[in-house]
């Protein structure tokens, strides 16, 4: 993950630890340290793509999604929201599953619950990129 690139931060210190370390998971494509971050009843949308609800069913389609590229590093470099509620955007670096390389635009809206779980996430960015 690369932090460098971030201007601004509006959460908290904490909030933004909690938030590196979920980034983290995804870099890692970890499912079983990124299932740890959402509650039960989490929603997840993928641009104009039928939601996910549920944390199973997220975790199931993310099992199907991940190996379909090599590896994923967030460069971050905008926070905007509350602790509850916030938009990164960033820089996602890609390598496909050919080896190649590539960056793509992307923001993600995130929503947090009381006990601090992902309740909602909704990804925009183009991966189209990554499968031609």
């Not at 909030?15 to 340290?33: G, I, M, N, R, V």
């Not at 939601?51 to 590093?73: C, D």
């Amino acid at each position: 993950m690369i932090t460098s690139n971030l201007r601004t931060n509006q959460l908290s210190a904490a909030a933004y630890e909690w938030y590196l370390t979920y980034l983290a998971a995804l870099d890692a494509k970890d499912l079983q340290q990124y299932e740890q971050f959402l509650a039960d009843e989490c929603t997840m949308y993928s641009n104009n793509d039928p939601p996910m609800v549920g944390k199973a069913t997220i975790v199931q389609g993310l099992s199907q999604y991940w190996p379909s590229f090599g590896t994923l590093e967030h460069d971050l470099l905008n926070i905007y929201g509350t602790d509850a509620a916030f938009v990164l955007e960033a820089l996602n670096h890609y390598t496909r599953t050919d080896g190649r390389a590539l960056t793509l635009r992307a923001v993600a809206f995130t929503d947090r619950n009381a006990a601090g779980l992902v309740s909602g996430v909704r990804f925009y960015t183009d991966t189209s990129p990554l499968f031609t």
